[in-house]
C-alpha cells in the first residue's frame, strides 16, 4: 500500500502550473503521458513530502553505498518508482537534495543538468511510456535512409461536425513511434504529436475559421552514425474539418387565418436559418432569417410542406442538411364574408356561434331557401353574412366558416330530425375531437333559435335536445 500526504496531493493539484508545457519531452495525447504532467506538481510539495510504499522508507538525501546508483534509482533501493520521481522533483526545486551518487542517477540524460527533462524521462520510463534508455534501443541506419518530412498523404474523409471535441481517426502506421501533428486555419497553425493513430480537436479553438486543415505525418525514431534520435517520416494522412450547426428540432406549424405560423427551436452554433415550402409538388426559398417563429403568407386549403435548415456564417455559409426537419400542415380555407364577421365579433368561436343564432327565415329578398343542402355550404353561408337571417341550413353555413376559418374540424350536416315517426330536414354542424377530448360535439344555431335552449357543444341524445337522424336512416350528406 502506499501513503501520500496531504500536502504532496495539493501538490499534484497544482501540476500544471508549476513547469511549462514546452518543456516536455512526452507525448501531449497519450492519457498516461498527461499524468507525467500532473507528476511535475510534485515539485511543488514540501521538501519532507515523498511518497512511502509498504518496503520503502523516505531518504534523507545521504548515500546509502559507494558504488554507483543504476540510473533512475535515486535512493538507490533497487527499484524505480514514483518514490524516485518525487526525490527528484523535490531536489529541482532545492527542496531536499539528493546526494551525490542520487544526482548521478537522477541525470537521466547524461548532460550534467538535473531539470525537468530528466524528470519527465523518468515517469516515461515508470509509467511504461518510454524506456529512460530508448536512444541506446534505436536501430542505427545509414543517414540516406533518414527521410526528412512527409511529401506524400493519404486523403481521410473530411469532417463536417458541431463546434465541439472532434476526433480525428487514421490507420496507424506499423512501426511508427509517433505522429506529428499539424493544424491549419485561415490565419493561424498549431503543432501537435501523439503516440496513437487518433486526435482529439477542439473546434472551439478555431471558432473563426470555417475550414480547418488537419495534417498527419508519421515518424519514427533511428540512429545515424553522427546523430541519435533522428526522425524519418513516412506517408501521411489529410482532411479538411469544417464546422456546421446542429440540426433544427421542435418544428412545428399551425394555420391560421390566411398564414401559417412556423416555429422550431434554437440549433446549438446557428447563426440563421433558411427556410423553404412546399406547395402543389414544388419546393420554393422563403427566406433566411435569425428569428425562430414567421408567420408565412400562404394559400387557403392548401397542403403545404415546411423544412428549416439551420446555417452558420462563418464567410461561406455552411449549411447542415443531414437531418433538415419537415412539417406538413394543410392550410385553413379562407371566406371573405366570415371574416369581416370575425373581425367584428372577435376570432372566438362561442362569439361566432352566437352571431349564427339569428331570425328565422324561409326567404332572403323574396328568394326561397331549399332545405336539402343542393345548394352548398358557401351559397347559404353568403346569403346569410348578407341578410343575417336564414333558415337552419343558413344558420349551420355561416357557423361552419367560421369554425373552420378558427382552426376547427368542422363539418355541416344535411340530415334531419325524427319525430313520431316522421322526419323533418334540418341541418347542423358536427366538430370533431373538440377542445383535444376525442369527441365529435353538435353546434346547432337554429335549435337555440327556435328552443331558447344552448346549442352550442351538445352531443348527440343530450336531454332536451332534438332527435338526430344520427345514422343516416333517412338521410345524411357531409356538406363541407
Known amino acids: 500500500m502506499t501513503y501520500i500526504s496531504r500536502k504532496f496531493c495539493a501538490a499534484v493539484a497544482a501540476a500544471a502550473l508549476v513547469f511549462p508545457q514546452g518543456a516536455l519531452c512526452a507525448f501531449a495525447d497519450s492519457a498516461e503521458e498527461q499524468t507525467i504532467s500532473a507528476v511535475e506538481g510534485y515539485a511543488n510539495g514540501d521538501a519532507d513530502d515523498v511518497v512511502t510504499s509498504d518496503d520503502e522508507s523516505t531518504t534523507d538525501g545521504e548515500s546509502t553505498a559507494e558504488e554507483d546508483f543504476a540510473k533512475g534509482d535515486v535512493n538507490n533501493d533497487g527499484k524505480i518508482n514514483i518514490t524516485d520521481a518525487t526525490l527528484v522533483a523535490a531536489h529541482i526545486k532545492s527542496k531536499k537534495m539528493l546526494s551525490v551518487n542520487g544526482q548521478k542517477a537522477a541525470d537521466v540524460s547524461e548532460n550534467g543538468i538535473i531539470n525537468i527533462a530528466d524528470l519527465s524521462s523518468l515517469l516515461a520510463h515508470i509509467k511504461g511510456i518510454r524506456a529512460m534508455n530508448w536512444l541506446e534501443l534505436l536501430e542505427t541506419v545509414d543517414e540516406s535512409s533518414i527521410v526528412p518530412e512527409t511529401t506524400k498523404f493519404t ?15 487514421w490507420t496507424a502506421v506499423e512501426g511508427a513511434d509517433g505522429y506529428d501533428i499539424v493544424i491549419t486555419g485561415e490565419n493561424k497553425a498549431e503543432k501537435r504529436q501523439t503516440r496513437y493513430n487518433k486526435l482529439t480537436i477542439d473546434e472551439l479553438k478555431w471558432a473563426d475559421d470555417d475550414i480547418i486543415s488537419v495534417k498527419v505525418m508519421p515518424f519514427t525514431y533511428y540512429n545515424t552514425a553522427s546523430k541519435r534520435g533522428v526522425k524519418s517520416f513516412s506517408d501521411g494522412y489529410e482532411c479538411k474539418l469544417r464546422v456546421k450547426p446542429a440540426n433544427v428540432t421542435g418544428l412545428k406549424a399551425v394555420s391560421e387565418r390566411n398564414y401559417v405560423k412556423l416555429t422550431w427551436k434554437a440549433a446549438a452554433d446557428a447563426d440563421v436559418y433558411n427556410v423553404y415550402y412546399k406547395v402543389d409538388g414544388k419546393e420554393h426559398y422563403y427566406g433566411q432569417y ?6 408565412i403568407k400562404v394559400s387557403p386549403e392548401k397542403d403545404y410542406e415546411f423544412r428549416v435548415l439551420a446555417v452558420n456564417t462563418f464567410g461561406k455559409s455552411y449549411e447542415n442538411a443531414d437531418k ?10 379562407y371566406y371573405a364574408k366570415a371574416a369581416a364577421v370575425l373581425d367584428k365579433v372577435g376570432w372566438d368561436l362561442q362569439k361566432a356561434f352566437n352571431w349564427c343564432v339569428m331570425p328565422y327565415s324561409y326567404y332572403i329578398n323574396g328568394e326561397w331557401l331549399p332545405r336539402d343542402g343542393s345548394p ?39 340530415s334531419c330530425t325524427l319525430s313520431r315517426g316522421t322526419s323533418i330536414d334540418h341541418s347542423w354542424v358536427e366538430i370533431n375531437n373538440f377542445g383535444g377530448s376525442g369527441k365529435t360535439y353538435i353546434f346547432d344555431p337554429e335549435f337555440q333559435c327556435e328552443k331558447g335552449q344552448s346549442g352550442f357543444k351538445i352531443t348527440y341524445g343530450d336531454k332536451g335536445t332534438w332527435k338526430y337522424d344520427i345514422n343516416g336512416t333517412v338521410k345524411r350528406v357531409i356538406m363541407s
Not at 486523403?155 to 481517426?169: A, E
Not at 435569425?290 to 408567420?295: P, T, Y
Not at 341578410?387 to 341550413?393: F, I, K, L, S, T
Open 376 to 414: 352548398g355550404m358557401e351559397w347559404y353561408a353568403d346569403k346569410g353574412f348578407d341578410a343575417h337571417e336564414g333558415n337552419c341550413y343558413v344558420m349551420a353555413a355561416c357557423f361552419c366558416e367560421m369554425a373552420k376559418m378558427l382552426g376547427f374540424d368542422a363539418h355541416q350536416i344535411s
Open 155 to 169: 486523403k481521410l474523409d473530411n469532417i463536417i461536425s458541431l463546434r465541439g471535441d472532434v476526433t480525428v481517426n
Open 290 to 295: 435569425s428569428e425562430r417563429s414567421l408567420k
Open 324 to 333: 433538415s426537419p419537415k412539417v406538413k400542415v394543410h392550410t385553413l380555407p
